[in-house]
C-alpha cells in the first residue's frame, strides 16, 4: 500500500466525489475506483456507502479515514523537514508568488534583502494562488506570497500589503480624461474580470455587491497581465492593483482612476506551512517582508 493510495483516500472522502478526485489528481474516475476497491478487498469491508449523493463513508471508512489523514500529514511533515535540511544547506530560500506581487511588489523587499544576506539564493517562481497553497502545504515551498488570503489551520498566514485598487481604463478610452470617477458608473462600462478562480475575484465581487452594482462583463482571464493587455487595447475597464499598472501608466497606455466612494485596497498575505521548521534566512525574509516599510 503506497503513500499516495492514502492521499487519494483522503482526498476522495474530503470531497465527496469520484470526479472532483480524479480532477484533483490527474486521473481517471476508473482509477480512483479501482484504488478504493482494492483497499475494500484487502481489508474485508466497505468504506463508502456509494448509493448516497454526495458520497458517505462508512462506520469503517471513517475510522479507516482518522487513520490515513495521520499517516499521510506525518508523511508530509516529513517530507517538509527533509526539504528544510536540504535548502539550509544549499542557502536557498524557495519563494512562490503570484505574477503581480512577484513582478511589482517583491522586487524591492528582494533587494534589501540581498544586501544583508549576499550569499543566499532567494529562488522565486510564480504560480497560481491555489498552486502556492499546495506547494507550500508540501513544503516545496517556504513561503507562499498570495492576494486575499485565506485562513488553514495547516499554515501561518500574516499580512502582507494593502494593494490600493483602481479603476483602469485605455488611455484611448472616454474616461481616460477624469482623475476621480464614482464606482457605480463602472456599470456602463464594458468590464474585463478575472475567472472565478481567482480569489481576487471574489474581492472585488464582493466590493461590487456592496454598492449594489450589477457589471456587463465582457473578458475573463485568469491572470492580471492578460486583463491589461485587454485593457490597453480598449476592450473594457477593469478594477486592479495600482502597483501591478506601473509600468503601463508610464509608458502612458492606461490610466488610473480613482473612486470617490472611498480608498479600494486589495489584501494580500504571506503564506507558511505551520509545522515547517524555516532556516533563518527564510526568517529573516519573512521578517524584512511583515515590515513593509
Given at each position: 500500500?503506497?503513500?499516495?493510495?492514502?492521499?487519494?483516500?483522503?482526498?476522495?472522502?474530503?470531497?465527496?466525489?469520484?470526479?472532483?478526485?480524479?480532477?484533483?489528481?490527474?486521473?481517471?474516475?476508473?482509477?480512483?475506483?479501482?484504488?478504493?476497491?482494492?483497499?475494500?478487498?484487502?481489508?474485508?469491508?466497505?468504506?463508502?456507502?456509494?448509493?448516497?449523493?454526495?458520497?458517505?463513508?462508512?462506520?469503517?471508512?471513517?475510522?479507516?479515514?482518522?487513520?490515513?489523514?495521520?499517516?499521510?500529514?506525518?508523511?508530509?511533515?516529513?517530507?517538509?523537514?527533509?526539504?528544510?535540511?536540504?535548502?539550509?544547506?544549499?542557502?536557498?530560500?524557495?519563494?512562490?508568488?503570484?505574477?503581480?506581487?512577484?513582478?511589482?511588489?517583491?522586487?524591492?523587499?528582494?533587494?534589501?534583502?540581498?544586501?544583508?544576506?549576499?550569499?543566499?539564493?532567494?529562488?522565486?517562481?510564480?504560480?497560481?494562488?491555489?498552486?502556492?497553497?499546495?506547494?507550500?502545504?508540501?513544503?516545496?515551498?517556504?513561503?507562499?506570497?498570495?492576494?486575499?488570503?485565506?485562513?488553514?489551520?495547516?499554515?501561518?498566514?500574516?499580512?502582507?500589503?494593502?494593494?490600493?485598487?483602481?479603476?483602469?481604463?485605455?488611455?484611448?478610452?472616454?474616461?481616460?480624461?477624469?482623475?476621480?470617477?464614482?464606482?457605480?458608473?463602472?456599470?456602463?462600462?464594458?468590464?474585463?474580470?478575472?475567472?472565478?478562480?481567482?480569489?481576487?475575484?471574489?474581492?472585488?465581487?464582493?466590493?461590487?455587491?456592496?454598492?449594489?452594482?450589477?457589471i456587463r462583463p465582457a473578458m475573463e482571464f485568469d491572470n492580471i497581465e492578460t486583463v491589461k493587455k485587454a485593457v490597453e487595447i480598449n476592450s473594457g475597464v477593469s478594477i486592479l492593483p495600482r502597483t501591478a499598472i506601473l509600468q503601463e501608466l508610464a509608458a502612458g497606455t492606461v490610466k488610473a482612476i480613482e473612486f470617490t466612494d472611498e480608498q479600494l485596497v486589495r489584501?494580500?498575505?504571506?503564506?507558511?506551512?505551520?509545522?515547517?521548521?524555516?532556516?533563518?534566512?527564510?526568517?529573516?525574509?519573512?521578517?524584512?517582508?511583515?515590515?513593509?516599510?
Amino acid at each position: 500500500m503506497h503513500i499516495e493510495t492514502f492521499r487519494i483516500f483522503c482526498d476522495l472522502a474530503d470531497l465527496r466525489s469520484f470526479s472532483k478526485a480524479a480532477e484533483k489528481h490527474l486521473v481517471s474516475q476508473s482509477a480512483i475506483s479501482q484504488q478504493i476497491a482494492q483497499l475494500e478487498v484487502e481489508h474485508k469491508c466497505q468504506l463508502l456507502n456509494r448509493r448516497k449523493r454526495p458520497l458517505e463513508l462508512t462506520a469503517e471508512g471513517e475510522l479507516f479515514y482518522r487513520a490515513a489523514r495521520d499517516i499521510v500529514d506525518r508523511y508530509e511533515q516529513l517530507r517538509s523537514e527533509m526539504n528544510t535540511l536540504k535548502a539550509a544547506a544549499h542557502s536557498r530560500v524557495n519563494v512562490g508568488a503570484i505574477y503581480s506581487i512577484g513582478m511589482h511588489t517583491l522586487p524591492d523587499y528582494l533587494k534589501r534583502f540581498m544586501v544583508k544576506r549576499p550569499n543566499v539564493n532567494v529562488h522565486v517562481e510564480y504560480f497560481s494562488s491555489e498552486k502556492i497553497y499546495e506547494l507550500v502545504l508540501s513544503g516545496d515551498l517556504d513561503i507562499g506570497l498570495v492576494a486575499v488570503p485565506r485562513r488553514d489551520k495547516r499554515l501561518n498566514v500574516y499580512e502582507f500589503e494593502d494593494e490600493p485598487l483602481v479603476l483602469v481604463c485605455s488611455s484611448k478610452h472616454s474616461l481616460a480624461g477624469q482623475s476621480q470617477i464614482d464606482i457605480h458608473k463602472v456599470q456602463y462600462e464594458r468590464f474585463i474580470g478575472f475567472e472565478p478562480s481567482v480569489p481576487t475575484r471574489a474581492w472585488i465581487d464582493g466590493i461590487l455587491q456592496r454598492y449594489n452594482i450589477t457589471i456587463r462583463p465582457a473578458m475573463e482571464f485568469d491572470n492580471i497581465e492578460t486583463v491589461k493587455k485587454a485593457v490597453e487595447i480598449n476592450s473594457g475597464v477593469s478594477i486592479l492593483p495600482r502597483t501591478a499598472i506601473l509600468q503601463e501608466l508610464a509608458a502612458g497606455t492606461v490610466k488610473a482612476i480613482e473612486f470617490t466612494d472611498e480608498q479600494l485596497v486589495r489584501p494580500t498575505g504571506i503564506i507558511t506551512r505551520r509545522d515547517k521548521m524555516l532556516s533563518s534566512e527564510a526568517r529573516y525574509l519573512i521578517e524584512l517582508l511583515r515590515k513593509k516599510s
